[in-house]
C-alpha cells in the first residue's frame, strides 16, 4: 500500500502542469527486506545502476538519480546515509524518528517527513501530564538510540512533576524466554496504571507472541503505543488486555483521489509490478475470501485482481499514515527539482537537459531547505533548520468489538508548529477506556492525592511522587490537590477550618456590645454621675467649714476633672475612629494633669495654711493671692503643650493589628508615636509623685489640717495603680490593652474620689454634728 502511495503521487504529479512542465519523473523501486546489508546494496544499486558495482560505476543511461525517498528504521536509514552523503544525494525518510538523524553535522543531506522523536517525547510527557498520570512503567526494545531516548522520555516525564516505577529494557540478545519472564514479573507487580511501550517494529511481533499467555493475567493498564505497526501487531494476539490503548502515530490525512486511484488499478494496469500480487497476502485469508472479487481471465493463466475491490481491507493504518509520509515526500523532491530548475533556468538561457543529471543531485539538498508548499490536504509542508518536518503526532484510541474487529479513533493531536499552550489538544468524551478500571479516566498514582489543605511531603528514600499528605500549617492553606507547598495567607485573612481557602479575619475591638465594654461603660458612667453628685453635695454646703476648708474653689476643679477622667474612658470603647483616636489620649492627659495638679494644689496650701499661722509670716498673702489655682494652670498648660507637640508630629491613628491575635486582626489607635505618650504619662506621674511626697511629709500636721492625710493616701493608690499599669499593659494584646488602659483609669481616679471626697461628704451628710468649725479644730 505504501508503494501505491508513492505511484499515486508521481502520478498525479507528472499529471500537473504547474509542476515540472516537460520533465517526467520516473521512480526505481528495491525492497531490502529489512536488511541492513541488502539496503546498502539497494542504495548502491541505485546511485551506479548495477548492484553489486563499484562506487564510482554509472550504467545509466539518459538518467539521472536525484533523491532517494526511503521507508527504514533509523539504524538502517543510518547505513544509508553513510553512502549517500559522500555523494550530497538528498534523503528523505518517510519512517524514521531518531533524534540524531537531526544533527546536520553527521546527516548534512537527511531530511523526513515524519516528526521527530523528539517531538514524541514533547507528547508522551503532555499526555501523562494532561491525565494526571504521574506513575509510569517504561518498556521499550535496546535498538539504536533507544537508551539515550528513554533517559531523556525519563527527564520529560520527570520534569513535569511525573515518576518512572520501571524501566524495561529488552536486548535483542537476551533469551527471549528469559526477557519475558522479566516483563510478566515487572507487569505483574507493578502499581503503575500506565504502561509505554517504546521503539520501533523490530522483533516486537515475536515478543509479543511470547507475552501471549500471560498478559492476560496482568490487572488492567493503559498502554501508550509510540508505533502503529507495534500496536496491530500486538493487537492481534491482546485485544481484550490491549483494549482502549493509546498510540501515538504520525499524523495523516485522507489524500483527495486516492481511494480513486485504488478503485482502478490492476495487475494488469502495472504488468511490471512486482509489489502488486504481495498486497493480497496483507490480508487475513479469510477477509479475502469473504471481501474480494477476484477478476480471472484466460489469456495466458492469468489471474487479473481488481485491488479497488479490496481498498477497504487494504486501508490499514500503518499503511495511511506512512503512505502520507511518503506522498509528502515525492511533492517535497518535486518541488525542489521544481525551484531548482527554475533557478539554474534563469542563470542561463539554455540548459541541455542531461545538464540536469549532475547538476540536481549536488545543488538538491539546498532548495530541499527552502521548500514550503501547501499540499492536497491543505496541509503546509516544509524542513526546519535540521531537516525534520514538524508534521506532529496523531493520538489513537484502540477499540475491540465483539465481531474479532478492530478500529482506531482519532482522540487528539500533537502539534509542535503550534503556538505554545496549543500544541496538544485531546478530547477525551471520544476516548474508551479499559473496562477493567473503575474510574474514567484512569489513575495511576504512586500515592493518593492530597486533598486542598494538604501538602505533599517527600521523603529522600523514596521518588518524588511518592509522599505522605500533612496538614497545611497554621496561618496557611493549599487551593488544589497535591500541593507542593502551602500558601500564606494575606495579612488580613485567615485560613478556613478545612484550610483550603483564606477568608477575611475577625475584626475585633473593645465595644460597647460585649459584656467587658458593656461593664467599664457602666462602671465609668456610674463613677461620672457619682462625681457630679459629689460636687451637687460640695455646692449645696459650700458655706460648711469641711467645704471651705483647703481651697473650696480647687476641690471644684477637682471634682470637674474626676469627671471627665471617668468619662474620657468612654472614648476607649467602641470602633476606633480618627477623632476617637486624636482626642482619647489627649483627653485623658490633660483630665489627669488637671486633678493632679489640684491635689497638689490643695497640699500646697495645706502646708502654706500651717506655716502661715507662725508670727512674721507671709506667706498667709500668698494663700489669699490663690496660688493653688495659678498651678493648676501653669502644670496644665506644659501637659496642652506636649499634647499638642504629639497631635501636631506623629497624632495617633487608627490601625489594625494583625499578628497579635491568631485567626483575628485588632483595630486599634495607634499612639503615633510612643515616645510621646510616655511623655504624657511621665508628666502625670511627676506631678503625682511630687504630690506624693509633699502629702506624705505634711502627714502628721494638726488635726484641723488632716486632708494631707487623705491626700498621702490618695495619691498612694493612684500610684499604685498607674505603676502596676505599665507591665500590665506591655503584656495585653488586643482589646484586652484597651481594657487595661480604662481600667486604670477608672482605679485611679476612683481611687482620687474615694479617699479624698468620701470621708467629707460622710460627714456633710451622716454626721452634719462634726461639720463645725469647733469640732474640725478638736482632737
Not at 40 to 57: I, K, Q
Not at 177 to 190: D, H, I, P
Not at 316 to 330: E, K, M, P, S
Not at 689 to 697: E, K, N, W
Request: overall charge negative.
Amino acid at each position: 500500500m505504501k508503494f501505491l502511495h508513492f505511484v499515486y503521487a508521481v502520478e498525479e504529479i507528472n499529471n500537473r502542469s504547474d509542476l515540472l512542465p516537460n520533465v517526467t519523473l520516473g521512480f526505481h523501486v528495491f525492497d531490502c527486506c529489512q536488511d541492513g546489508w541488502q539496503a546498502m546494496n539497494g542504495a548502491l544499486g541505485m546511485l551506479t545502476g548495477r548492484y553489486g558495482s563499484s562506487v564510482n560505476y554509472n550504467c545509466y543511461q539518459n538518467k539521472c538519480v536525484i533523491a532517494i525517498i526511503e521507508n527504514l528504521p533509523s539504524t538502517m536509514s543510518m547505513e544509508m546515509t553513510n553512502i549517500l552523503k559522500m555523494y550530497n544525494y538528498p534523503q528523505i525518510s518517510a519512517a524514521s524518528r531518531d533524534a540524531l538523524l537531526s544533527d546536520k553535522a553527521q546527516f548534512p543531506s537527511y531530511y523526513r517527513t515524519v516528526a521527530s522523536e523528539v517531538h514524541l517525547l514533547r507528547a508522551l510527557s503532555r499526555l501523562v501530564k494532561h491525565f494526571g498520570w504521574t506513575w509510569i512503567g517504561i518498556l521499550a526494545f535496546d535498538e539504536g538510540s533507544s537508551m539515550k531516548t528513554i533517559a531523556l522520555l525519563k527527564e520529560e516525564i520527570q520534569s513535569n512533576g511525573g515518576c518512572v516505577e520501571f524501566t524495561l529494557i529488552i536486548s535483542p540478545l537476551t533469551n527471549i524466554w528469559r526477557r519475558t519472564r522479566q516483563v510478566f514479573a515487572s507487569l505483574r507487580n507493578s502499581t503503575a496504571n500506565v504502561i509505554i511501550f517504546y521503539g520501533n517494529d523490530n522483533d516486537h511481533f515475536t515478543f509479543g507472541r511470547e507475552l501471549q499467555a500471560d498478559l492476560p493475567s496482568v490487572p488492567a493498564k493503559v498502554w501508550i503505543f509510540t508505533d502503529e505497526l507495534s500496536l496491530e501487531s500486538w493487537y492481534e494476539y491482546f485485544m481484550f488486555p490491549l483494549n482502549g490503548s493509546l498510540a501515538f502515530v504520525n499524523h495523516q490525512s485522507d489524500i483527495p483521489g486516492f481511494r480513486d486511484f485504488l478503485s482502478g488499478v490492476t495487475t494488469r494496469r502495472y504488468p511490471e509490478d512486482i509489489f502488486l500480487p504481495d498486497i493480497l497476502f496483507t490480508l487475513p485469508y479469510w477477509s479475502i475470501l469473504e471481501n474480494t472479487h477476484m477478476l480471472i481471465e484466460s489469456d495466458n493463466d492469468t489471474m487479473f485482481v481488481n485491488v479497488g475491490d479490496i481498498v477497504d481491507n487494504l486501508y490499514h493504518l500503518r499503511d495511511t499514515v506512512q503512505g502520507y509520509a511518503i506522498y509528502n515526500a515525492v511533492y517535497a523532491v518535486a518541488h525542489a527539482v521544481h525551484t531548482a530548475i527554475l533557478s539554474q533556468h534563469e542563470k542561463e538561457s539554455r540548459v541541455r537537459e542531461t545538464e540536469y543529471g549532475v547538476f540536481l543531485p549536488l545543488k538538491l539538498s539546498q532548495y530541499l531547505k527552502k521548500i514550503h508548499f501547501t499540499n492536497s490536504v491543505d496541509e503546509e509542508v516544509f524542513f526546519d533548520e535540521n531537516g525534520d518536518y514538524l508534521l506532529g503526532y496523531d493520538v489513537l484510541n484502540w477499540l475491540y468489538s465483539g465481531n474479532q474487529s478492530q478500529r482506531a479513533v482519532r482522540v487528539g493531536r500533537f502539534d509542535p508548529s503550534a503556538s505554545p499552550g496549543k500544541e496538544f489538544v485531546i478530547n477525551e468524551s471520544l476516548i474508551t477506556w479499559n473496562t477493567g478500571f473503575k474510574q474514567s479516566p484512569p489513575l495511576s498514582r504512586c500515592s493518593d492525592p492530597c486533598l486542598p489543605g494538604y501538602r505533599k511531603l517527600t521523603s529522600k528514600d523514596k521518588p518524588i511522587c511518592c509522599y505522605t499528605c500533612i496538614l497545611c500549617p497554621e496561618g496557611e492553606i493549599s487551593n488544589h490537590t497535591d500541593a507542593e507547598q502551602c500558601l500564606q495567607c494575606l495579612i488580613h485573612e485567615w485560613p478556613n477550618m478545612k484550610r483550603d481557602a483564606c477568608i477575611p479575619k475577625d475584626i475585633i475591638y473593645l465595644s460597647y456590645q460585649e459584656p467587658l465594654g458593656a461593664v467599664l461603660a457602666f462602671i465609668a458612667f456610674t463613677f461620672s454621675v457619682s462625681t457630679a453628685i459629689v460636687l451637687a453635695i460640695f455646692i449645696m454646703f459650700r458655706d460648711t467649714p469641711i467645704v471651705k476648708a483647703n481651697n473650696r474653689d480647687l476641690s471644684y476643679i477637682l471634682l470637674l476633672s474626676l469627671m471627665f477622667c471617668f468619662l474620657c474612658s468612654l472614648l476607649f470603647i467602641g470602633q476606633p475612629q480618627k477623632v476617637t483616636c486624636i482626642l482619647r489620649q489627649a483627653v485623658f492627659g490633660i483630665a489627669f494633669t488637671v486633678s493632679v495638679s489640684s491635689i497638689l494644689g490643695k497640699t500646697l496650701t495645706v502646708v502654706m495654711a500651717f506655716y502661715a499661722t507662725k508670727p512674721g509670716s507671709n506667706i498667709r498673702s500668698w494663700i489669699k493671692f490663690g496660688v493653688g489655682s495659678y498651678l493648676v494652670v501653669f502644670c496644665s498648660i506644659i501637659q496642652g503643650i506636649i499634647c499638642f507637640v504629639w497631635l501636631l508630629i506623629a497624632p495617633p491613628y487608627p490601625s489594625y493589628d494583625a499578628q497579635s491575635v491568631t485567626g483575628q486582626m485588632i483595630l486599634e489607635c495607634s499612639e503615633g508615636s510612643i515616645m510621646a505618650f510616655y511623655y504624657v504619662l511621665g508628666y502625670i506621674g511627676l506631678l503625682a509623685s511630687l504630690c506624693f511626697i509633699i502629702a506624705f511629709l505634711a502627714r502628721n500636721l494638726p488635726d484641723s489640717f488632716n486632708e494631707a492625710e487623705f491626700i498621702s493616701f490618695s495619691m498612694l493608690v493612684f500610684c499604685s495603680v498607674w505603676v502596676a499599669f505599665i507591665p500590665t499593659y506591655l503584656s495585653s494584646k488586643g482589646k484586652y490593652m484597651v481594657a487595661v488602659e480604662i481600667f486604670a483609669i477608672l482605679a485611679s481616679s476612683a481611687g482620687l474620689l474615694g479617699c479624698i471626697f468620701l470621708p467629707k461628704c460622710f460627714v456633710i451628710i451622716l454626721r452634719p454634728e462634726m461639720n463645725t468649725r469647733e469640732h474640725l479644730s478638736w482632737r
